[in-house]
């Protein structure tokens, strides 16, 4: 069964701090992972995905399928990252099309 | 409109009743999903449309949940005899097909049993 966990319900920084959220999944398999984010009133959104190895907004995400690790970063953060983020997996092939996502991590900068 | 559009974004309704959740995909898309999330939760899989076909139903919870898109765009999510375990928000979301393409999101319907 393929499961994702964002250990952390809330996460709060100070702005210009480094931020870290971090997400594990299991899969059996090789899956391609995601970063979805929600700022106040508005959609679900996605942020980044590992196959395009884009940064976006600053945050960047590296695959560690040794540690089944996913973890978003940003060495500075900014008053406009707080938000709720999700890391979400999807099957490559057949799959690829039924996202699972963690439980969310609330992010919260601080001026 | 541009985006992926939901209707209604708040529904309150009866225990016993039924509903019917819309959503109106970017136009061109022909895939379409429906995810549920409880709070506190992330949002779950319910079903996959790819243009009128529903390839994949197995995310709905039991058979008081169905979906339909019968003309490969508007899909309707039906919950018959609502339950007050059925409140959540319910997240639709549309991607062209082509694989590995981004989902876009709509705004979610919150919907209320009591």
């Known amino acids: 069964a393929q499961r994702v966990t964002q250990p952390e319900k809330l996460l709060s920084v100070f702005k210009g701090a480094p931020v870290e959220l971090k997400c594990n999944y299991s899969?059996?398999?090789?899956?391609?992972l995601f970063w979805y984010v929600q700022y106040s009133r508005q959609r679900l959104q996605l942020l980044l995905r590992?196959?395009s190895r884009e940064s976006i907004k600053g945050f960047t995400a590296d695959l560690n399928k040794g540690e089944t690790s996913f973890h978003l970063k940003k060495p500075f953060a900014q008053e406009e990252d707080s938000a709720m983020y999700y890391c979400?997996?999807?099957?490559?092939?057949?799959?690829?099309?039924?996202?699972?996502f963690g439980k969310g991590t609330l992010l919260t900068v601080n001026p | 409109g541009a985006g992926v559009s939901q209707s209604p974004r708040y529904k309150v309704t009866k225990r016993g009743q039924d509903v019917a959740l819309r959503c109106d995909p970017i136009?061109?898309?022909?895939?379409l999903y429906w995810y549920r999330q409880a709070l506190g939760q992330g949002p779950e899989f319910l079903t996959y449309f790819n243009y009128e076909a529903q390839q994949d139903k197995s995310g709905l919870p039991n058979d008081r949940f169905s979906a339909e898109r019968p003309e490969g765009s508007i899909s309707t999510l039906t919950i018959q005899r609502t339950e007050q375990r059925d409140s959540a928000m319910y997240r639709c979301?549309?991607?062209?097909?082509?694989?590995?393409?981004?989902?876009?999101f709509g705004q979610g319907t919150r919907l209320t049993v009591v």
């Open positions: 590992h196959i």
């Open positions: 979400a997996l999807s099957g490559l092939g057949g799959s690829n099309y039924k996202l699972t």
């Open positions: 899969y059996s398999g090789s899956p391609e």
């Open positions: 979301a549309s991607s062209s097909g082509l694989r590995n393409t981004e989902a876009f």
């Open positions: 136009s061109g898309h022909v895939s």
